[in-house]
């Protein structure tokens, strides 16, 4: 897109400079005109390529709303700016879209590791983190990568199998358990998600553990009773931090179902998970830019070790069409 766009402009650029070699001229004035002249962008320069780029970050399901905003405020900032060369206005434009798009991004001062550690020096409490999210995005794999992480810094976890709702979700907890050598707390199927996030707390409190990482269960936001249940949970363990969990694959309904979340039960920030597939993962930059809320981590993978801090940087050059 940026080649086109530089040769577009560079025709723009030589338009302007003819208009300024007019035989009449003489070559003093000529020479000075040139050098004092600049080229000032104007809306119509610009037409084409907020259309590509609206075309572009639709096409890897960025939100309609978003994109709009996104132009609108790259629009502002480059209609009237004066340019020298070509090459200056496909830098400056290059750079205001990447500005717009970190505006957007949130990236959290401390990543979880870092805020756990923090706590654990400041206090004798566990750092509970509640994970939230729809069934299937990677809430238990993503325990595992966040325990794995956490482990290997030397900080003790303890695993709550608050998921008690859906089939074989304890038992595939317990299996990461056991892989990672690490502490579960569970009950049975049908037990109170709450019971078992206070025991888990209780456990990691008397055992000395750094943190309690809480699995729960899928659910939409427009089911009542298990939104209920979240708040519930949150009231009896007072989690530090409650994160939601989607998909890179989701596209645009996760927007409006991260910020239901957030109305009812306040989150705190997300991890991207499935980054790895062909995910375009647009709906990243939406929920964000929506819900306002950091991008701790994305998941790259099935392995526990498949968790990577998210950065802006990174993922605006994933996102930014080429040519
Ligand atoms: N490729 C890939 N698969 C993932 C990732 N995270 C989770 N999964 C897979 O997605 C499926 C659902 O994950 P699970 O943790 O059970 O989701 P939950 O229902 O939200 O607890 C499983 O097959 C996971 O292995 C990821 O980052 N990349
Ligand atoms: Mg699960």
């Known amino acids: ?5 530089k040769q577009k402009l560079q025709n723009f650029v ?27 962008i104007k809306e119509k320069d610009i037409t084409e390529l907020l259309e590509n780029l609206e075309l572009s970050l639709l096409s890897v399901d ?3 709303e978003l994109t709009e905003k996104l132009k609108e405020n790259i629009k502002q900032e480059l209609v009237g700016k004066e340019v020298k060369a070509a090459e200056d206005l496909a830098e400056i434009t290059l750079k205001t879209i990447k500005e717009t798009l970190t505006q957007e991004l949130i990236q959290p001062k401390n990543y979880l590791v870092e805020e756990v550690k923090e706590k654990n020096e400041e206090t004798e409490e566990p ?4 994970f939230v999210g729809p069934n299937g995005h990677g809430k238990t794999t993503t325990i595992a990568k966040v325990s794995h992480m956490l482990q290997k810094e030397g900080t003790g976890t303890v ?13 595939q907890l317990e299996k990461w358990a056991q892989k990672l050598d690490t ?8 037990a109170d998600p709450a019971a078992v996030c206070y025991d888990a707390k209780k456990h990691a409190q008397s055992s000395n553990k750094g943190a309690v990482l809480i699995d729960t269960a899928g659910r939409s936001e427009l089911d009542k009773n298990l939104m209920n249940q979240l ?8 989690p530090d931090k409650t994160i939601y969990i989607t998909e890179a694959v989701a596209g645009n309904a996760a927007v409006h179902q991260a910020n239901e979340f957030n109305k009812k039960i306040g989150l705190d920030g997300f991890i991207m998970t499935k980054v790895d597939t062909d995910a375009k993962g647009g709906c990243i930059l939406s929920i964000s830019s929506k819900v306002k809320k950091p991008i701790y981590y994305i998941g ?11 950065e802006k940087q990174w993922f605006i050059e994933k996102i930014l069409p080429r040519n």
């Open 1 to 5: 897109m940026f080649n086109k766009l």
């Open 14 to 40: 030589e338009e302007e400079k003819k208009v300024e070699i007019k035989p009449k001229a003489s070559l003093e004035t000529k020479i000075k005109k040139k050098v004092k002249r600049k080229a000032q």
């Open 62 to 64: 960025v939100s309609l």
């Open 127 to 130: 750092y509970v983190i509640l």
């Open 159 to 171: 695993l709550a199998a608050a998921d008690t709702f859906r089939a074989a979700s304890i038992e």
């Open 183 to 190: 502490k579960l707390i569970k009950q049975g199927y049908g």
């Open 231 to 238: 708040e519930k949970i949150k009231k009896v363990v007072q």
């Open 300 to 310: 790259t993978g099935q392995n526990p070790e498949d968790l990577k801090k998210f």
